[in-house]
């Protein structure tokens, strides 16, 4: 596979690859992965810890670099990441019901199959570097981990997946998505992702520092905050980590 790096170990891709970058930016092309058979500590969002057995999922790195793209507009990457995945789900593994939980998030069901962690390089107004991260549950059929609810591609399919080529599928998926952004098509890339929203057809309940409480999802603005209508009409914005899905 080119314009890739395999690692037998590492503490993180995302922290591999964003030294990589800084060190070594210009033998690098947008698209460069760096896949991990094992992390010793990956990470989720917030300083979650990712939960991964070694060699049975995709566990990799994959660096971008939208020097075109307004620092306003950074979230456009996190949907780029997240309807690559959805792709790859879709079409590959042939799984319905998949679906993005805000912010990326990627559910089966209710039932977490992939998390993904964008950190983004800034220069100036522009971005100047992307490391996305993704951990795909694949292979793996026992999580010992206290996350409530996780599920891998076999547990759904019953099939056995070979890494190396649904990485190669995975990572077209992911770049027909980016260079949707670089034609700005970002309306499209925007209502592609708000159609496939975890729970985007009703009202549920959510939890923020106030209570709980019953909403629907109204949009998702440009800038990533979450708009939720509640039962009486009033609309609550959220960023992310102020509000909970129950």
Known sequence: MENAVFLKEVS???????????????????????????????RGQAANVWESDSGENLTFSMALFPDFLPVREQFLISQVVSLGVVDFLDDYCKIGAVSIKWPNDIYWMDFKVCGILIENAVCGRELSSVVAGV????????????????????????????????????????????????????????????????????????????????AEIEDVEPIGTLLLRLENGELRRYAFKEVSFI
Do not use: C
């Not at 995302?14 to 092309?29: K, M, P, T």
């Not at 996350?147 to 190396?164: C, K, M, R």
């Open 12 to 42: 993180s891709t995302n922290d591999y690859l964003s030294g990589l970058v800084a060190s070594n930016r210009a033998a690098l092309a947008a698209g460069f992965v760096a896949l991990a058979e094992n992390q010793t500590a990956g």
């Open 135 to 214: 951990g795909l549950n694949v292979n793996q059929t026992i999580f010992r981990g206290d996350a409530p609810n996780p599920i891998s591609v076999s547990q759904i399919t019953g099939e056995h997946y070979d890494l190396e080529a649904a990485l190669e599928v995975l990572r077209e998926k992911i770049m027909r998505r980016y260079e949707m952004l670089r034609r700005g098509e970002k309306e499209a890339l925007r209502q592609s992702y708000l159609k496939r929203l975890y729970r985007q057809d009703g009202f549920y309940p959510y939890q923020d520092a106030a209570g709980t409480f019953h």
